[in-house]
């Protein structure tokens, strides 16, 4: 889907003379805002933003100080694999 937006031309000036990628900010911007409101999922974001791996999700989302979502219940099955992968 493609999206148009209308942005004052000072506005828009002065993003373009900061050599910043107006279209890349706005696409991350709706990515981040949509990721902590739990309307998008980290798999969504991946693929909205062009990302191969899940690392640069994650730095991605860190470096705009967000991060991922991390329930106890992740927790708990992530502690269980590593005491199964530990006992072998």
């Known amino acids: 889907m493609q999206v148009i ?6 506005v828009a000036r002065q993003l373009q003379a900061n050599e910043q990628d107006v279209e890349r900010n706005v696409l991350e911007a709706i990515a981040l805002e949509n990721y902590r409101s739990g309307k998008l999922t980290q798999a969504q974001v991946r693929k909205m933003l062009g990302f191969q791996t899940d690392l640069q999700v994650d730095a991605f989302l860190k470096a ?17 694999t590593l005491e199964r992968a530990l006992a072998k």
């Open 5 to 10: 937006i209308d942005l004052p031309e000072d």
């Open 64 to 80: 705009h100080n967000v991060y991922l979502e991390y329930s106890i219940e992740d927790f708990e099955k992530d502690r269980e």
